[in-house]
């Protein structure tokens, strides 16, 4: 069976309506990079030189943040010291618009920090202290955790379990917490850490990585049919509808009660930092079925939004644009990324390609009907520079040059299809019959038209060579025509 075409905007705008309430183990995760310069006299270890820090909501905490940066609204419950680390991460959770957080305070216990030294050059993790009381809530606060939560999963589309084994989710948070979703029809998501999944019976889908689920099942779990093969005995014990196991580079697999089991592989992509990538996944998987996706879909979502997170450096957060970016074809992004529709963007994109040093060329033309004489200008304009910038007239710009029976696709159409081209970085629309305006604000490297025009005819030869550019003619492909393509398709005979 094919793979179903994945509707992700429709999918965005039903998750931007949805809420899940989040519950787990808030930390403080703090990143201290710098450079490797020495090695300690004092013991064989590296000595970072300390050049930036950052500090991010981590653990469960950064679950919720992606959970918000995906596009749907999040109820947080979590559990904190009395420290300046708890306050820290309630100042940084309140600043969240679409975070909604109920932190209980534990007086008794820090509140759990962690600090990574990283090396900025190879993104290598040297070194992480951590300062925790991994031991179980006291009963008085188990009672205040489970008080705060279960008036919040009537409001919330879906629960998520993330279970980081700091104390917050006991035997008893969670049988409460999911014996009360399930009562109200909730779906519940737990990401495990506990290799007794007796204690999650009757979550929806459990989320483990294989070695967790290696252990859990006593199994090698080292490839998809193998993972099959390990999960109906543990779906039967938990009482869920799926498992989904993530692998790192090697995919995911998602293993349903009834329906074919699904494997993806990993996105190509080089890996910075895999810190927080579980609870991207968790996020993700957790929108998408809140808002009703299958679960091919929302395996999908999920993949993709590992491959966003591993790219960055720290605990990071993952937004419905690069998700968007990631997951859809490069062709369907083309039109969005590529054709100039706000003031300042294209100034903004100039700039960039400066400060990169990359060298702009630039065409002009109304390309009604693109064919392969404009293709073949298109690809030697590009082979002349580094990024190519297209000046398309606008249908009324078109309708004055070419008569009013032009253009025979409007403005938008003629963009989209030039932004498909893989010659073209980026389309600019103009009003005015000439495009030299666009080109004095432009200033490219490189300006380029067909070889039926001299220098001298060129549009804006001054202005470019002025500024030490210079100006490439490309030999026409002779036998193609719009205005003759036109006239035949209207009947008019070769």
């Known amino acids: 069976m094919p793979t179903p075409i994945l509707d992700f905007d429709a999918l965005a705008q ?55 940066s995906l596009g749907a609204r999040c109820i947080f419950i979590g559990l904190v010291g009395e420290d300046d680390a708890g306050a820290r991460l309630k100042a ?29 050059h190879f993104s290598t993790h040297m070194l992480r202290a951590d300062w925790e009381q991994a031991a179980p809530a006291s009963d008085a606060i188990e009672t205040r955790l489970i008080d705060a ?30 014996d009360a979703a399930r009562k ?18 009757g979550a929806t889908l459990l989320t483990p990585n294989r070695k967790e689920f290696s252990e859990a099942t006593r199994s090698r779990a080292d490839t998809p049919q193998s993972i099959v093969d390990a999960s109906e005995d543990v779906m039967r014990l938990a009482d869920c509808e799926a498992i989904l196991v993530t692998q790192g580079e090697h995919g995911m ?38 808002a009703g996706a299958g679960w091919d879909t929302a395996l999908r979502m999920a993949n993709a939004a590992a491959a966003v997170a591993v790219g960055k450096q720290g605990t990071a957060s993952v937004s419905a644009a690069e998700l968007r970016r990631k997951i859809l074809p490069h062709a369907y992004l083309a039109a969005e990324e590529k054709i100039v529709l706000e003031p300042g963007a294209l100034d903004a994109q100039l ?34 520079c580094d990024r ?5 007239n606008s249908d009324a710009s078109v309708r004055r040059l070419k008569g009013a029976d032009r253009p025979v696709q409007d403005e938008r159409a003629r963009a989209e299809v030039l932004a498909a081209l893989e010659a073209v970085d980026l389309v600019v629309i103009f009003e005015e019959d000439t495009p030299i305006d666009l080109i004095t604000r432009i200033t490219p490297s490189v300006l380029v038209k067909g070889g039926d025009y001299t220098r001298e005819q060129v549009v804006g030869h001054e202005v470019v060579e002025a500024a030490g550019g210079t100006v490439v003619l490309v030999d026409i492909l002779q036998g193609f025509s719009t205005t003759a393509l036109v006239h035949r398709a209207r009947g008019g005979g070769k």
């Not at 939560?149 to 969670?174: C, E, F, H, W």
């Not at 909730?186 to 999650?200: G, T």
């Not at 700039?351 to 009907?369: H, L, P, Y």
């Not at 190519?388 to 398309?392: A, Q």
Request: charged letters at 20%.
């Open 14 to 68: 039903a998750i931007s309506g949805r809420t899940v309430l989040c519950i787990g183990d808030i930390m403080l995760d703090e990143f201290v990079y710098g450079e490797v310069s020495r090695i300690s006299p004092e013991a064989p270890a590296p000595v970072i030189a300390a050049q930036r820090s950052e500090i991010h909501v981590g653990g469960a905490g950064n679950v919720a943040r992606n959970v918000a």
């Open 92 to 120: 940084a959770l309140g600043e969240q618009d679409d975070i909604e957080s109920v932190l209980v305070c534990d007086p008794s216990r820090p509140t759990t920090r962690k600090v990574r030294f990283v090396s900025e």
């Open 149 to 178: 939560i279960l008036p919040q999963i009537a409001r919330a589309d879906l629960v998520l379990i993330s279970d980081y084994a700091k104390g917050v989710l006991t035997a008893r948070v969670i049988r409460h917490t999911i």
């Open 184 to 201: 109200l029809g909730k779906p519940v998501i737990v990401d495990p850490k506990s290799l007794n999944w007796a204690i999650y019976r």
């Open 253 to 290: 697999t998602l293993v349903p009660r009834n329906g074919e089991p699904v494997h993806v592989p990993a996105f190509p992509v080089k890996v910075r930092d895999v810190s927080g990538a579980g609870d991207t996944v968790a996020a993700a998987l957790a929108v998408s079925l809140a």
């Open 351 to 384: 700039a960039e390609w400066k400060r990169q040093g990359q060298r702009v060329g630039f065409t002009n033309g109304c390309f009604d009907i693109l064919h392969p004489g404009h293709v073949k200008v298109l690809t030697a304009a590009r082979a002349a």
């Open 388 to 392: 190519l910038i297209v000046g398309l």
